[in-house]
């Protein structure tokens, strides 16, 4: 069971519309099931695809116990309506047939349970979905497909044949929809039947050159031996084909290929009898009380991609008319390879999918924190990213509907996100090499949009202060979480030129506080000094001068170290308010977007940064905490009833959040820098994370429960927390909310790893992970163990500082997965200071 129902929230009922649990792997698109156990937004052919249907797409179930009367159903509870539309519900969504009288949704990202209920049909069935998930291991984590497991039990005092039947319209080449909403094609789509002794099902192909964008192939399979099969239906303008589909599964329980594909007379449109649908069965008789798998595998394959973003960004398309390859298809030659795989592979990477789940759910990390993590984690597996061949990572910041939002893994989006640089730090690695060594100029100015990732003309654009400084400290985060030097020696030279441009560009009077224009995240500039560009500045110099002492530039490092020191107490001094950091200006009207005298909700960011990275207080401590706690205490609503916002909208009526901006001491500017009465959940969880940083961990969880309650299914999907698009990037901060909890610090360079729990007490139980390993850490009254649950661990040192004994060390520590280490209190009778 991935969700066990007892010990998690009620599940969401068939009325959870919003609820989507999307399917796929990193870079790989995405198919999502939604609360009733349909099939939803088939979005595989790397482009997003919010509502997309497949016509006739469908899994159905026949139940005939020995002597009774034979129930067939497709497997989805009943349609809740609104049942309107111009035709009803179109053909392809087959709403006349019956379904199932209820279904509960149980899903803790990346496993999900849907269980179905319906006193007619005899047995009783649940359905098990997930795509492998293998932390450090971004190629496991890739997989373009799916593993749908139906569970069948028998309660009956009698024999039962189970016939469940997946059905899919061939999705390679389409084009779009006509009114009818059933798919256009380009090409001509086949169906084939295949069975190479181990796996048997359905291929899904189109007779598309390899080079055209469209151009890929789908495979519904099984393992199983027992099948049935009818690869492709009878097509014709009417229902024909599922009439004839659905009479004999009713009837018999079996399925027999079709002779003839079509008929003839009367002339049909051409672009309708292309339509490809195929339908594999498994059957199976099980005995009184028997339980059963019923194990289906989705795969897709869609190699090719333009050769540019064509994004509403407009950043240079010149080889746009090229095409591509995503990763995935350079380790398989098709989706019916890409299921050989997952079938071959499936108990490992099973369990290890499992042990992630169960390191993130099982233990003792507050659960909405846990149910933060894994759902935000789906934008690192949805249509806001992918990877291109050799695996270079790139990304949008989030996805619209039918297409991608603003392109180019903006740094300044980009910042916020901390989840794949603890979970796949690969992919981070190969962003700061694509920032540092293809984008920033020789003058030292970043793009923030990354174009090179294509091969085509970088941006040109005003560099981001925020994107640009943030960037380094992520460079250092990298390093110091892998060890990699080869990376600090490609970057650092890119770098140390981004961090130089800062004190000319940014610094009109030379005094270490930045103060001129300074484009940032808000897509507006701030002028004057604040401290959302400076506590980056500050935190990219202190990094800056770590990397500069690994890279034997003495001279550089205490540069930047004096630098840091007098810039962060002159900024202190000019901008704390004696509660929190102002923006300075003579006059913030003078120019549209300031914020002045208000409490932005990202105003010591940088510093948030900084903690994640490892590398301390780069400002006052005692300063930092009453901002941050400032930025709870007026930027919260618990309600927004009363909120007035002209803006975007992301939070409303008696809903919880926090504003980006709030103006307590009165101030506000007469227009108000762009987006400050919106709620953001990226920042939400950026501030939740940096409040436990600094102790104030109940304002944190507050802040997180608000989001979650946001997302109960019916008012927002669980899995999409949207911002300029779905998916949204920003909200991979929510990894940081591990690391601050756990109080994790990995130094791989030193060889150390290091926890400072800040909540669980003596109970904690949590996930962790490393450059090279990751696995659970367990506080108990008598001490603390580490187990590690996949990759290695080899440590000089380890220590764990114990809410009753303080520290607890041991060392050296050398662990394979599986392997734990036990880290024991001393006997206070032990003590060799007592008489």
Known sequence: MPVHPENAPPGLGPD????????????????????????????????????????????????????????????????????????????GQLAGLPRLRDSRMFGEYPLLRVDFADDDLGVQVALTAFTPLVPLDADASGIPGAVLRYTVTNPLDVDADVTIVGSLANPVGVTGYDVHHFPRYAGQPANDWADDGGLRGIRFSSDLPDDDLRHGTAALSTTDPDTTAKPQWLSGFWQDGVQVFWDELCATGRLTPETAFSIDEPPYPDWFTRLRVGSLGIAHRLAPGASRDFEFLLTWHFPNRPRAWQGNINLDNTHAGEVVRNHYAT??????????????????????????????????????????????????????????????????????????????????????AQTAAFLFPELERDARRTEFTHETRPDGRMNFRANSVFGNEPWDFH????????????????????????????????????????????????????????HNTYDIEFHGPNSLANSMFFAALTAG????????????????????????????????N??????????????????????????????????????????????????????????????????????????????????????PRGGRPRIPFVYSDEVWTGIEYQVATHLVFEGLVEEGLQLVRAVRARHDGRRRNPWNEVECGNHYARSLASWGLVVALSGADYDAVARTLAFTPRCGGDRLQTIFTTGAGWGELALSPGGASLRLLGGRLDLAALTVTHPVHGPLSAGPVRLAAGDAVQLTAPDPLDRKDLP
């Not at 970057?491 to 004190?503: D, H, I, N, S, V």
């Not at 500069?548 to 900024?571: E, I, K, L, N, P």
């Open 16 to 91: 959870a519309s919003a609820a989507a649990f999307p399917l796929g792997g990193i870079g790989t698109g995405n198919v999502s099931i939604g609360a009733r156990g349909e099939l939803r937004d088939w979005e595989l052919a790397n482009r997003p695809a919010k509502g997309a249907r497949l016509p006739f797409s469908f899994f159905a179930i026949r139940a005939a116990p020995a002597g009774g009367t034979a129930v067939t159903r497709i497997l989805e509870s009943r349609l809740t309506g609104p049942h309107e539309g111009d035709q009803g519900y179109y053909a």
């Open 545 to 576: 001068a770590a990397i500069a002492d690994r890279m034997g530039d003495a001279a550089a490092a205490q540069r930047y170290r004096d630098a840091a020191a007098t810039g962060a107490a002159r900024m202190d001094a000019l901008l704390f």
């Open 463 to 518: 560099p981001a202060v925020d994107g640009q400084l943030g960037a380094i400290v992520r460079l250092f985060r990298e390093w110091r979480f892998s060890g990699d030097d080869v990376l600090l020696a490609d970057c650092w030279p890119g770098a140390q030129r981004a961090l130089e441009f800062a004190f000319t560009a940014w610094d009109t009077d030379g005094d270490g506080v930045l103060d001129s224009e300074q």
């Open 331 to 416: 380790a398989y030659a098709d989706a019916w390879a890409v299921a050989r795989r997952l079938a071959a592979d499936l108990p490992e990477l099973e369990r290890h999918t499992r042990a992630f789940h169960g390191a993130l759910f099982g233990g003792t990390l507050p659960p909405e924190v846990a149910d933060a993590v894994g759902s935000t984690l789906v934008a690192l597996r949805s249509t806001t990213c992918f990877r291109l061949a050799g695996g270079r990572f790139a990304a949008w910041e989030g996805s619209f509907d039918d297409g991608g939002s603003c392109e180019g893994t903006c740094t300044h989006v980009w910042n916020y």
């Open 578 to 663: 004696g509660e929190y950091y102002e923006q300075r200006l003579d006059d913030v009207d003078a120019r549209r977007y300031q914020y002045g005298t208000g409490c932005l909700s990202d105003q010591v960011f940088g510093q948030l940064l900084a903690h994640v990275a490892g590398l301390g207080h780069v400002l006052p401590a005692e300063h930092v905490r009453s901002a941050v706690a400032a930025v709870h205490r007026h930027n919260f609503r618990a309600e927004l009833t009363g909120h007035h916002s002209v803006q975007r909208t992301y939070a409303l009526n008696d809903e919880a959040g926090l504003l980006l901006c709030s103006w």
